[in-house]
């Protein structure tokens, strides 16, 4: 998992601070360029719910968005955070359309958003950046089940531990603003637990917690705190990086024309 930057402005904001996007080669990442629309995203702000057509992929630069599955009941649980390593929206390429799962800002986050549209166009031309999501999916799809089997077999102290820590990654600083209702909500339990967890960590001087923040004092502890899908599922993150520079390297040069073909009359003899 990346480093994070500090926060800036919207008119600061690059492409390539997306790792996928970083690992394109210049030419691939060039022509997306005029495709790329930035958009600033604000915590709680649902960027699709389940069941809604995805209209656009979002290339993450800043923040954190949690992909979180919500139940008839109003109940949810949030399967896998995501900040500037990988992207929202994976239906828009998977074909289906749309989820079951919905996707809520965690932290005040920034996206580069492509269309649908043009994103099947990357796939038919079967360029780098189809192989990286494809990738990237397959990390994530790691990703989500062993958080399934995290949230069934490990302590409630012990999975917020993991979330902080995945949170913590993906932000420049220590601090988390996010309420204890919403981390409740992530990790799919009721909020007295949570504030139970977090009353045990700040005894053990590991954070800090007032109205709406957390503020991680003591990191190395926290990790000993953890279980071990914290570790585990950043070694997984950590080959997805490797990926992502290994694709860099492989990819050859593809001509830069968008030229969508649609099929001819004369060929469509089938
Ligand atoms: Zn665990």
Same mark, same amino acid.
């Given at each position: 998992?990346?480093?994070?930057?500090?926060?800036?402005? +919207?008119?600061s904001?690059?492409?390539?601070?997306?790792?996928?996007?970083?690992?394109? *080669?210049?030419?691939? $990442?060039?022509?997306?360029?005029?495709?790329?629309?930035?958009v600033?995203?604000?915590?709680?702000?649902?960027?699709?719910?389940?069941?809604?057509? #995805?209209? $656009?992929l979002y290339?993450?630069? #800043?923040? !954190?968005?949690?992909? /979180?599955?919500?139940?008839?009941?109003?109940a949810?649980?949030?399967?896998?955070?995501?900040g500037?390593?990988?992207? !929202?929206?994976?239906?828009? +390429?998977?074909?289906?359309?749309?989820?079951?799962? %919905?996707?809520?800002v965690?932290?005040?986050?920034?996206?580069?958003?492509l269309r649908?549209?043009?994103? &099947?166009?990357? +796939?038919?031309?079967?360029?780098?950046?189809?192989?990286?999501?494809?990738?990237y999916? %397959?990390?994530? +799809?790691? /990703?989500?089940? /062993?958080i399934?089997a995290?949230?069934r077999?490990?302590? =409630?102290?012990?999975?917020?531990?993991?979330?902080?820590?995945s949170?913590?990654?993906?932000?420049?600083?220590?601090?988390?603003?996010? @309420?204890?209702?919403?981390?409740?909500?992530v990790?799919g339990?009721?909020?007295?637990?949570?504030? %139970?967890?977090?009353g @045990?960590?700040?005894?053990?001087?590991?954070l800090h917690?007032s109205r709406?923040? !957390?503020?991680? =004092?003591?990191?190395?502890?926290l990790?000993?705190?953890?279980?071990?899908? $914290?570790?585990?599922? &950043?070694?997984?993150y950590?080959?997805?990086?490797?990926?992502?520079r290994?694709?860099?390297?492989?990819?050859?040069?593809?001509?830069?024309?968008r030229?969508?073909?649609l099929? #001819? *009359?004369?060929?469509?003899?089938?």
């Amino acid at each position: 998992v990346p480093g994070a930057r500090a926060h800036v402005g +919207f008119e600061s904001h690059i492409p390539s601070w997306n790792r996928l996007l970083g690992a394109l *080669p210049v030419a691939e $990442y060039e022509r997306l360029l005029p495709d790329l629309e930035l958009v600033s995203l604000r915590p709680g702000r649902r960027i699709y719910d389940a069941g809604e057509r #995805q209209r $656009y992929l979002y290339f993450l630069t #800043q923040g !954190i968005v949690c992909r /979180q599955s919500v139940l008839d009941d109003g109940a949810s649980a949030g399967a896998a955070v995501t900040g500037s390593e990988g992207v !929202i929206g994976l239906a828009a +390429f998977l074909g289906g359309g749309s989820t079951t799962s %919905e996707a809520v800002v965690l932290s005040h986050a920034y996206a580069y958003r492509l269309r649908t549209d043009l994103l &099947k166009e990357e +796939f038919e031309l079967n360029g780098p950046l189809p192989q990286l999501l494809l990738r990237y999916t %397959e990390a994530l +799809f790691s /990703q989500v089940a /062993q958080i399934v089997a995290c949230n069934r077999h490990h302590s =409630l102290e012990q999975r917020l531990c993991r979330l902080l820590l995945s949170c913590l990654d993906r932000l420049p600083s220590s601090l988390l603003v996010m @309420t204890q209702e919403r981390v409740a909500d992530v990790l799919g339990v009721r909020r007295e637990g949570v504030t %139970e967890a977090v009353g @045990t960590l700040r005894m053990a001087g590991l954070l800090h917690s007032s109205r709406g923040q !957390i503020a991680v =004092l003591d990191r190395f502890r926290l990790e000993t705190h953890a279980c071990d899908c $914290y570790p585990v599922g &950043k070694r997984e993150y950590d080959h997805l990086l490797a990926d992502y520079r290994h694709a860099e390297v492989a990819s050859t040069p593809r001509p830069v024309a968008r030229v969508h073909t649609l099929p #001819q *009359p004369n060929a469509a003899r089938v």
